[in-house]
């Protein structure tokens, strides 16, 4: 079973930066795509950024690309979400998934949750001044 814990959430004021760690346990996490997805109150939640297995394919949503960075390390079995330029629709609770999936399939697990194996609990990220 793998487990999934972000961390890194937090009141950030308009343009300001934010960093979020996605720490995996249970086995390694390095057969598994991860993915950063996101949901907002009253809204669906969607897909924010995805990054294959060894690190060398990523996708994003139009909204965040050339704000947001994908990166992991799999050394440290964590992946991180480098949030730039933040503005206040970007507000909302920040998730990580896991799925076991190959790169062909990467964009197709950004957009359908129905992918997913794993998901951890979430962290708040709050754009406001």
């Known amino acids: 079973q793998l487990q999934l814990v972000e961390s890194g959430g937090g009141l950030v004021q308009p343009g300001g930066s934010l960093r979020l760690s996605c720490a995996a346990s249970?086995?390694?996490?390095?057969?598994?795509?991860i993915g950063w997805f996101r949901q907002a109150p009253g809204k669906e939640r969607e897909g924010v950024s995805c990054i294959s297995s060894n690190g060398g394919s990523t996708n994003y949503a139009d909204s965040v690309k050339g704000r947001f960075t994908i990166s992991r390390d799999n050394a440290k079995n964590t992946v991180y979400l480098q949030m730039n330029s933040l503005k206040p629709e970007d507000t909302a609770i920040y998730y990580c998934?896991?799925?076991?999936?190959?790169?062909?399939?990467?964009?197709?697990?950004?957009?359908?949750?129905?992918?997913?194996?794993?998901w951890g609990q979430g962290t708040q990220v709050t754009v406001s001044s």
């Open positions: 249970g086995f390694t996490s390095d057969y598994y795509a």
């Open positions: 998934a896991a799925a076991r999936v190959p790169v062909g399939s990467l964009q197709r697990m950004c957009v359908m949750k129905t992918l997913i194996q794993y």
